[in-house]
């Protein structure tokens, strides 16, 4: 069954810290793989978009890697910000045939990342 | 330039009514998509449209419907509303099917009383 399990579910960090998210996941074949960011009573804002060949990938203060073979995936931030409080979705898509395109997303519960000052 | 939009932000329902959630895309987008968000649960994908014709369904009972106008704006309706449909449902669009990216609005909260 394909799966996507994210840890820790939470996560609280003081301000200008580092920290790291994980993402393991069972799909199979794998095309992508993203990370969203969702603000409480907002929707999610995609911060980065991995396909099966690429390592890593950054956005600003954001970096994701990915390691196909053993199936995870990470998301570093740096400098932590208050702003960075939010949760964040790993989200996997199967690779499916081009009538279904993606609407197979898998996506994981979150990591809920609270940063204080 | 506008992104997703969704209304209303809040919905309340009692058991057994009916609800219409609409969605208006990003200009220029054609697929729309829509998703349900429990307390607790991850994101679980409802609907899909393209090109005003529903082209994909999530696990979903059929009481979940919906469609997409000319504009390419699009409406959930969920009939015989019952507790567990309380959750955030967020609809997404794309410029085109097998875009990688698809742009969340930010959602409505419907909550069944």
């Known amino acids: 069954k394909n799966q996507v399990e994210q840890s820790p579910q939470s996560l609280i960090i003081l301000e200008g810290k580092n920290c790291t998210l994980q993402c393991n996941y069972t799909v199979s074949p794998f095309s992508n793989l993203r990370w969203y960011k969702q603000d409480t009573g907002r929707g999610p804002v995609s911060l980065t978009i991995?396909?099966?060949?690429?390592n890593t990938k950054s956005n600003g203060r954001y970096t994701a890697t990915l390691d196909a073979d053993t199936k995870q995936s990470s998301l570093h931030i740096t400098a932590s910000q208050l702003s960075d409080s939010a949760s964040y979705i790993c989200?996997?898509?199967?690779?499916?045939?081009?009538?279904?395109?993606?609407?197979?997303?898998?996506f994981g519960k979150g990591t809920t990342l609270s940063v204080s000052s | 330039e506008a992104g997703v939009t969704q209304s209303p932000t809040h919905l309340i329902k009692t058991r057994g009514q009916q609800a219409t959630l609409r969605c208006s895309p990003i200009s220029g987008h054609t697929s729309v998509y829509w998703y349900q968000q429990a307390l607790g649960l991850g994101l679980q994908f409802l609907l899909w449209?393209?090109?005003?014709?529903?082209?994909n369904r999530g696990n979903f009972p059929p009481r979940f419907s919906g469609r997409q106008f000319p504009n390419y704006s699009s409406e959930l309706n969920v009939n015989a509303l019952e507790l567990e449909d309380s959750a955030l449902y967020l609809c997404?669009?794309?410029?085109?099917?097998?875009?990688?990216?698809?742009?969340f609005g930010d959602g409505t909260r419907l909550s069944i009383l």
């Open positions: 991995m396909t099966f060949s690429e």
């Open positions: 989200v996997v898509s199967p690779k499916n045939p081009p009538d279904q395109a993606g609407t197979a997303l898998i």
């Open positions: 997404a669009s794309s410029l085109k099917p097998t875009s990688l990216a698809q742009h």
């Open positions: 449209y393209d090109e005003g014709e529903e082209r």
